[in-house]
């Protein structure tokens, strides 16, 4: 079936430092692929996605590019702000064939920025 | 154009009791799901609802149940509640059509069960 992994944290970095959070995937056919992050006491919000193979998607100074080569999709960014400490969770959507479509996460990776 | 919108934020129940949980989508969005958020588990689908219609369903007991109103916001029953329904509850939209594979996330009603 379909699934998501990403690496475990915590990931704990100094401000400005360079920032890469593993994801890789399985699924059939041909998923959209996000990263969503949680900041304390919120819900989720979307951070970037990618519908399609080597499409790379970016916000806020955070890049992700979609490889199915890989079947990965890792976060990174190239200097981190003490305002970036949240979780992050990487997903993926698929085609349920029921007429609509499931998105399924990975377990977060919580980041820890220091000043 | 206003969020998604969980209510209650909070609730403690005890075991045995049941509960019900709201969620109201952004203006316009006909798609809702909802996921249960755990240390443990992480974030798991419940059910999804579009145009009154559940199109999807999670691996969880029956005692989860939801509902979707001609207006488009929904809700959520458990029954018979356990200590391990301890979670956050996220609600999020999506306009359903076209498709964009975005979600668009409450802040989610914790419920503690004692």
């Known amino acids: 079936g379909n699934s998501v992994t990403q690496m475990e944290g915590p990931v704990t970095l100094s401000e400005e430092a360079f920032l890469t959070i593993n994801c890789t995937y399985t699924a059939t056919g041909y998923p959209s692929l996000f990263w969503y992050v949680q900041y304390p006491g919120e819900g989720l919000q979307l951070l970037l996605k990618a519908t399609k193979a080597d499409d790379k998607g970016s916000n806020k100074g955070f890049e992700a590019t979609y490889r199915k080569e890989t079947t990965s999709f890792h976060l990174e960014k190239g200097s981190v702000q003490v305002s970036d400490s949240a979780v992050y969770f990487c997903a993926l959507t698929y085609d349920a064939n029921t007429g609509g479509f499931k998105t399924i996460f990975g377990a977060g990776t919580r980041l820890f920025v220091k000043a | 154009k206003a969020g998604v919108t969980q209510t209650p934020r909070y609730l403690i129940k005890t075991r045995g009791q049941q509960v019900t949980l709201s969620c109201s989508p952004i203006s316009g969005h006909r798609s809702v799901s909802w996921y249960q958020q755990t240390p443990g588990q992480g974030l798991q689908f419940l059910f999804e609802?579009?145009?009154?219609?559940?199109?999807n369903k999670g691996n969880f007991p029956g005692r989860f149940s939801g509902r979707q109103f001609s207006n488009s916001r929904s809700e959520m029953n458990v029954s018979t509640l356990e200590l391990g329904d301890s979670a956050l509850y996220l609600c999020?939209?999506?306009?359903?059509?076209?498709?964009?594979?975005?979600?668009?996330f409450g802040e989610g009603s914790r419920l503690t069960v004692l």
């Open positions: 609802y579009f145009s009154e219609t559940q199109r």
């Open positions: 999020a939209s999506s306009p359903g059509l076209p498709y964009t594979g975005e979600l668009f």
